[in-house]
């Protein structure tokens, strides 16, 4: 009788391998990771990841299931994406989780870190610590910022990126020779050595500069702006996350009240600048004629006269700027929206 059982017993044997075989923990296959990337460059392998910005883990059997978030949930999809370093174990913001992918935002973590930094899944209660190798992901080698932002045109732009890179050698005087290049979209704007930046904190065994440029160059609208550094011989080539720098023109509506307006009595003129923040003085005129000035308070400058003779009166104002705002010549010649009244007096 006992010989009765022995085939099921081995069968069952042979079924319990094949299932710890295929799923070693619980029907779950263990995670790998291909390449950690940005989503607008997916070709990009392992690059230096940009604090703030959506990056993407590549692989297999990542995410127990596919799901979505927004705002970002640091659990989402039967996993959680730590961001590892020396002595630091980030939880990141997850976007999107499938098998195949998860969209993460990029944490901050300390600048001297930025060399040692790791990738590690926890999926269905089980920590995976060996997917990357530390140093594989540098986070924050490249942060990026502009200001003012939003600009007005002709308003110059100081774009800063902060470079971590580690340094030649213990004691090297000849740190590091790479360049950043300062990109809007696919469009060079300027290029800067490392060896020509004065800003830099020394963290052993590497160095942050802060790399600037000034431009007033930026055409009036939306641009795509980031920062790429070229690498040298101890540092990877690298790219920042994206900024997009609004360009506006400023732009004044003039009006007048009442309109029209009896010879002798006062009228009232406004001109209304968009932004408000502008401040400064406004000179009134009746076409080259100059009438008065007044001072713009939250966006606003009004002038009463009563010295406008009989007949049509086209009136415009300069604007002498702030620092801010620029100096607009207001008149059917110039590069701005043109607003104006005609007032009309009896």
């Known amino acids: 009788m ?24 619980f029907g779950q296959a263990s995670p790998t990771i291909t390449n950690i990337t940005y989503v607008a460059n997916p070709t990009s392998y392992f690059p230096a990841l940009a604090p703030g910005n959506v990056a993407v883990i590549i692989g297999t059997n990542l995410g127990a299931f596919t799901a979505s978030a927004a705002p970002p949930q640091t659990f989402l999809g039967g996993v959680e994406v730590h961001v590892v370093s020396t002595s630091s174990d980030i939880l990141a913001g997850l976007i999107y989780v499938s098998p195949t992918g998860i969209s993460f935002v990029v944490p901050n ?59 030649g050698y213990p004691g ?23 060896s020509n930046v004065i800003t830099f904190v020394d963290t052993p065994p590497t160095r942050r500069y802060d790399v600037s440029f000034t431009t007033s ?27 997009t720098e609004s360009v506006q023109k400023p732009e004044v509506t003039i009006w007048s009240s009442p309109n029209p307006s009896i010879y002798g009595h006062s009228v009232g003129l406004v001109a209304t600048f968009s932004p408000s923040t502008c401040t400064g003085s406004v000179i009134f005129f009746d076409e080259s004629a100059q009438l008065g000035t007044a001072t713009l308070d939250g966006g606003r400058a009004l002038l009463l006269t009563s010295a406008l003779p009989v007949g049509n009166h086209p009136i415009t104002v300069r604007y002498s700027g702030d620092g801010t705002c620029p100096p607009i010549v207001y008149g059917p010649a110039n590069d701005y929206t043109y607003r104006t009244t005609s007032q009309t007096v009896y």
């Open 2 to 25: 006992r010989s009765s059982y022995l085939p099921y017993v081995i069968l069952l044997i042979c079924l319990t391998l094949a299932v710890l075989s295929v799923s070693p923990i």
């Open 109 to 167: 973590i300390p600048n001297t870190e930025v060399q040692s930094t790791r990738i590690v899944i926890v999926k269905d209660g089980k920590r995976f610590d060996d997917l990357t190798s530390p140093g594989s992901v540098i986070i924050g080698a490249i942060y990026f910022e502009s200001s003012p932002n939003p600009a007005l045109y002709d308003q110059p732009i100081t774009l800063t990126a902060h470079v971590t890179a580690v340094q």
């Open 217 to 243: 160059k930026l055409a009036a609208g939306d641009h795509s702006i980031w920062a790429s550094y070229s690498g040298d011989s101890s540092n990877k080539p690298g790219a920042s996350g994206v900024i």
């Open 172 to 194: 090297s005087l000849a740190n590091t020779i790479g360049t950043v290049t300062f990109m809007d979209d696919q469009t060079p704007l300027g290029m800067v050595k490392l």
